[in-house]
C-alpha cells in the first residue's frame, strides 16, 4: 500500500506543476493573430497605403471635399451591387448580368418615369420588383436545374443588352423630375443652416463612430465572457480607434463642402443590414455553409437549391436600385449604361477577400474592395493615365489578389 501511495505521489505532483507553468491564457501571439488574420487587416492596409500614394501623385486632389464627394457617388452603385454579389459569391456563384441589369432598369425607369408619367416612387419600387424577378428568373435555372451561372448570367447580359435597346429604341431618354435625382444627387439637410460647414453630417460621422465603438466593446464583453476573445486587447484599441477617427475625418471633410449624400447613408444602411445577415442570422450562416461545401450543407438538411436561388433574387434587387442610382446621377438613361459594371463589381469582391471557390467572403471586405477600385480610377484619371493603361492596372490588381487568395489557401 506504501508503494501504491508514493507511486501515485509521483504521477500527481509533476502534473500540478505543469498546470503551474502554462503561460497565462490572456497573453497573445501578436504576429501569429497578424499571419492568421491578414485577409482582414490586409486589405485595410492596402487600401490606405492607396489613397495615400495618390493623395500623394495628386498633390492633395484626392482628398479634397469636393472629390470625396464625387467618389462616393461615382461608387455607389458598385459598392451596392458588390453587397449582393458578395453573397452570389460566397454561394458559390457568379452574376455576369450585373451591368446590363443595371441599364435595363435605368430605361424601365425613364419609360415609366419620363414617357409615362408614373410617380418616381411607385416606378421605383416597381423598378426593384422587376430587378427581384430577373434574379429569379436567372437563378432558377442555376438553382434547381444546375446549369452553371457563368452561362446563365452570361445569356442574362446579351438579353437585357437587347431588351434596353429595344426599351430605349436605341436613344436616350430624360431628363428626370427633380425629385428622382435626388436619389443620386442630394445631400441630407443641415438642421442648424450652417454656411462653411454642414453641422447635421458632422453629427451623424460622430454618432456613427459612437455606435460602433459601443456595438463593437459590446461583444468583445460578451466573447470575453465566455472566454472566445482572440484579438489582442491592442489591436482592438486601435483599430476601433482609428475606425473611428477615420469615420469623423471624412465625416468633417464632407461636412466642409455640401454634407453627406443621400447615397452615403443608402450605403451605410445596407452595409449595417448585410452584416447583420451575414453573421447574425440563419440564411447568411446557410449561404456560406452551401458555398464551403454543398454536399455536407444538403446532408445536414439545409435546402441547398433554395438558398442559392435566394442570392440571385437579391442581386437582382440591388442592381435594381443601382441601376435606379447611376439613372438619378446621369439624369437620363442612356442604351450604353451599366456597360462593363460587372467586372468591377465582381473584382470589388475578390479583392475584398472573397474567395473563387465560395464560401469566404465578408461584407466590409467587399466595401473595401470597391472603394480600392474607385480610389484606382479615380486617382489615375487625375493624373492623366488613359483608360487603357488603368484597364491594365486593374486587371493586375485583380489577378494579384486572386493569386494571393489561391496562395494561402494551398499553404
Not at 34 to 43: H, P, Q, S, V
Not at 46 to 73: C, D
Not at 134 to 140: F, L, R
Not at 307 to 314: K, Q
Request: glycine letters at 10%; charged letters at 10%; aromatic letters at 10%.
Amino acid at each position: 500500500m506504501m508503494e501504491t501511495t508514493e507511486m501515485n505521489n509521483d504521477i500527481v505532483a509533476p502534473a500540478a506543476s505543469d498546470n503551474r507553468a502554462q503561460p497565462l491564457p490572456d497573453k497573445k501571439e501578436y504576429a501569429g493573430f497578424l499571419k492568421n488574420n491578414m485577409r482582414e487587416y490586409g486589405m485595410l492596409m492596402s487600401l490606405i497605403a492607396i489613397m495615400a500614394f495618390f493623395q500623394y501623385m495628386t498633390n492633395g486632389t484626392l482628398m479634397e471635399p469636393l472629390n470625396l464627394t464625387n467618389l462616393v457617388l461615382q461608387n455607389s452603385y458598385i459598392v451596392i451591387m458588390a453587397l449582393g454579389m458578395l453573397m452570389v459569391i460566397v454561394a458559390g456563384h457568379i452574376d455576369l448580368s450585373v451591368g446590363s441589369v443595371v441599364g435595363f432598369i435605368g430605361a424601365l425607369a425613364a419609360v415609366l418615369i419620363v414617357n409615362l408619367h408614373v410617380n418616381f416612387v411607385l416606378a421605383g419600387i416597381l423598378c426593384i420588383l422587376a430587378g427581384g424577378v430577373i434574379g429569379a428568373a436567372q437563378g432558377y435555372w442555376v438553382a434547381f436545374f444546375k446549369i452553371p451561372s457563368f452561362i446563365v448570367t452570361l445569356a442574362g447580359m446579351l438579353v437585357f443588352k437587347g431588351l434596353t435597346l429595344a426599351l430605349l429604341q436605341g436613344q436616350s431618354i430624360g431628363p428626370f423630375p427633380d425629385d428622382f435625382q435626388m436619389l443620386s444627387s442630394g445631400f441630407i439637410p443641415d438642421l442648424f443652416n450652417g454656411a462653411d460647414l454642414r453641422i447635421t453630417s458632422l453629427l451623424v460621422g460622430v454618432l456613427v463612430a459612437a455606435i460602433m465603438i459601443f456595438v463593437k466593446v459590446r461583444a468583445r464583453a460578451k466573447q470575453s465572457k465566455h472566454g472566445m476573445e482572440d484579438e489582442p486587447y491592442l489591436f482592438f484599441i486601435l483599430k476601433n480607434a482609428i475606425f473611428a477617427g477615420v469615420i469623423i475625418f471624412f465625416s468633417y471633410l464632407l461636412a466642409s463642402y455640401k454634407g453627406m449624400p443621400n447615397v452615403l447613408i443608402i450605403m451605410f444602411l445596407l452595409m449595417v443590414v448585410y452584416t447583420f445577415v451575414a453573421n447574425r442570422t440563419t440564411i447568411g450562416r446557410r449561404i456560406y455553409a452551401v458555398g464551403g461545401n454543398e454536399k455536407a450543407a444538403k446532408l445536414s438538411g439545409i435546402k441547398t437549391s433554395r438558398v442559392s436561388f435566394y442570392t440571385f433574387i437579391n442581386m437582382g434587387m440591388l442592381a435594381a436600385l443601382a441601376g435606379l442610382i447611376f439613372a438619378a446621377r446621369l439624369n437620363t438613361a442612356t442604351p450604353k449604361a451599366g456597360t462593363g459594371f460587372e467586372l468591377d463589381v465582381i473584382a470589388a469582391c475578390f479583392i475584398g477577400g472573397a474567395s473563387a471557390s465560395g464560401g469566404v467572403g465578408k461584407v466590409m471586405g467587399a466595401v473595401i474592395g470597391a472603394f480600392v477600385m474607385g480610389v484606382m480610377n479615380n486617382g489615375m484619371s487625375i493624373m492623366g493615365i488613359g483608360i487603357d493603361y488603368q484597364q491594365v492596372i486593374k486587371g493586375l490588381v485583380l489577378l494579384a489578389a486572386v493569386f494571393v487568395d489561391v496562395y494561402n489557401k494551398n499553404k
